[in-house]
């Protein structure tokens, strides 16, 4: 094992909330180490197109919060890497084991891409959620940061083609898993979140039928990087021109173990339609709702605006999606303000999937354990005085995993846990 490296804070996530809370405490002079287990930071705000309800690109706003991380010299960063064994000493501060991954391409590289044009090998695109494919050596998506190749040794046919085309000699297949150990005076989580499966509703079709997509499929196909020219069903690559939202897909559903609201569901869903009418102007775009939760700035007059466009809003809950001989979709759903069941068709269907709580951080400390809410958040134990501080002195909590937020209140509550660590390192209340 390497020699230790000392740190000020160990933020856990690379995020919009993680980068946000790093970035503050680096810029009073605090040393910090992000680390993501994914291979850029960024989150999944990298991944869409625009939020709501301004309509601003997504990615011009995290681009440059990703950049500066990257660049800050009081932030020192690990990607496709994790943590274990955090141990609390006596002396209030902690250690843990740093795990840097493989990728199997050296620093060295410089995301050319030529060694994606000759493997051979081709897999699913977790990165465009599926929807088209990848090679087994790949630069994970355009903005990634670092922009550095990987391989997918699960995948790999081991030909050796990427070895011999790639010009700055970056291929390394003897690179292997390393630990190190780390020491840390704070910590603060920001894991976030994960989307519902709709597996877990097979009543939907979803996996079964191949024009039930899910939102994130969809936002996918709104981006400038998007994988066709334009919005296309899975299933024939046509255009489709009768869109349907099935809102609270996992969320406030007892029976598939989300009872509360996700928060952001209705809004990226009208944000996505408004969208459509923008990207498919001649499709008619329904929204099946339960309730629509507009409650902050801006959001009722974005909903409002999207009627305006025409966007068709039903409320009533869908029970059942059918599939016809075309690929088209029947909808059997309950019309909550006449009382009685009715059935439309529709040519895609996307489901507007909750938030789930990413439970890593409950494997990641040694001695003690980060207390979870009653849905499995961690838990904030004086949310009015300290809405960062956990259960563990030293160790706050930012973003999402707290609980479903949306990227303002995300950075809202970075900000808080970011001033709590830098408190708590100034010797304040502990």
């Not at 410089?110 to 090679?135: A, M």
């Not at 020219?229 to 559903?253: E, H």
């Amino acid at each position: 094992m390497v020699e230790s490296k000392e740190y000020d804070v160990l933020v856990i996530g690379g995020g919009i909330a993680g980068e946000e809370a790093a970035l503050n405490l680096a810029n009073i002079g605090y040393k910090v180490i992000l680390v993501e287990k994914d291979l850029s930071i960024g989150g999944k705000m990298i991944h869409l197109s625009k939020v709501f309800p301004t309509l601003d690109c997504g990615a011009c706003i995290t681009t440059p919060k990703v950049s500066e991380t990257a660049r800050h010299p009081n932030i020192e960063i690990f990607t496709f890497s994790e943590v274990q064994d955090i141990e609390k000493h006596a002396e209030n501060d902690f250690s843990a084991t740093l795990i840097e991954n493989p990728r199997y391409v050296t620093d060295d590289c410089t995301g050319c891409q030529i060694c994606e044009e000759k493997c051979p090998v081709v897999v699913e695109d977790q990165y465009q959620w599926n929807l088209v494919g990848r090679k087994a050596v790949y630069v994970p998506f355009s903005i990634a940061n670092p922009r550095i190749a990987v391989i997918d040794i699960e995948n790999c046919s081991l030909c050796g083609l990427c070895e011999k085309v790639c010009p700055a000699n970056a291929i390394d297949f003897s690179q292997v898993e390393k630990k190190s150990t780390i020491k840390i005076r704070s910590i603060i989580i920001a894991t976030g979140f994960e989307l519902f499966d709709p597996l877990l509703i097979p009543r939907y079709g979803y996996g079964k039928f191949k024009n039930v997509v899910t939102s994130m499929q969809m936002e996918r196909q709104l981006v400038p990087t998007r994988p066709f020219n334009n919005v296309l069903r899975p299933m024939d690559g046509k255009m489709p021109d009768n869109i349907a939202y099935v809102l609270c897909a996992g969320s406030r559903d007892e029976t598939v173990g989300n009872p509360i609201c996700s928060q952001v569901c209705c809004m990226y869903s009208v944000k996505q339609a408004q969208l459509l009418m923008g990207a498919l102007p001649m499709a008619d775009v329904t929204i099946y709702y339960i309730n629509i939760r507009a409650f902050g700035k801006g959001f009722c007059e974005f909903f409002q605006q999207a009627k305006g466009m025409g966007i068709e809003f039903i409320k009533g809950k869908a029970g059942l999606i059918k599939e016809k001989e075309n690929g088209n979709l029947i909808i059997l759903y309950e019309d909550i303000q006449q009382g009685n069941v009715k059935e439309a068709e529709h040519d895609l269907v996307v489901l507007s999937v909750g938030m789930l709580p990413n439970t890593d951080f409950t494997e990641i400390f040694k001695n003690s354990r980060v207390e979870q809410d009653l849905y499995n958040y961690v838990n904030k134990v004086d949310e009015l005085c300290c809405p960062a501080k956990t259960n563990i002195d030293g160790v706050f909590v930012a973003g999402t995993s707290t609980g479903p937020l949306d990227i303002p209140d995300s950075i809202l509550s970075a900000g808080a846990a970011s001033a709590e660590a830098a408190g708590y390192l100034n010797g304040g209340v502990k």
